[in-house]
Nanobody, 125 residues
Framework: QVQLVESGGGLVQAGGSLRLSCAVS????????MGWFRQAPGRDREFVAT????????YYVDSVKGRFTISRDNAKNMVYLQMNSLKAEDTAVYYC??????????????????WGQGTQVTVSS
């Protein structure tokens, strides 16, 4: 049974930082592309960041470039999202996801095979 479990969300003031973690179990993790997505109330789930199996390639949505950093530790089956200079518009439920297809990391929700339950991030202005 594949499981992705996010943690690290919470309430933070604008300009602050949070570090999200995603623990993966139930499969060989080090061949998967991993991604972070978010969904605000009344909006579609949107791409935030993705990282390839080795960590050598990362991609971000323009709105978080320079503020967020995705990373992974394959030895620990963990993926992280360091979020700095947070803004009110970053408020959303953040989801970790795994794409089992080997190739260029995708920013498409439909390409991801497994999802976590989400963790709430609220940024007060």
């Amino acid at each position: 049974q594949v499981q992705l479990v996010e943690s690290g969300g919470g309430l933070v003031q604008a300009g602050g930082s949070l570090r999200l973690s995603c623990a993966v179990s139930g499969r060989t993790f080090n061949t998967d592309t991993m991604g972070w997505f978010r969904q605000a109330p009344g909006r579609d789930r949107e791409f935030v960041a993705t990282i390839n199996y080795s960590g050598s390639r990362t991609y971000y949505v323009d709105s978080v470039k320079g503020r967020f950093t995705i990373s992974r530790d394959n030895a620990k089956n963990m993926v992280y999202l360091q979020m700095n200079s947070l803004k009110a518009e970053d408020t959303a439920v953040y989801y970790c996801a795994a794409d089992l297809t080997i190739g260029t990391p995708s920013n498409n929700v439909a390409d991801y095979d497994y999802w976590g339950q989400g963790t709430q991030v609220t940024v007060s202005s």
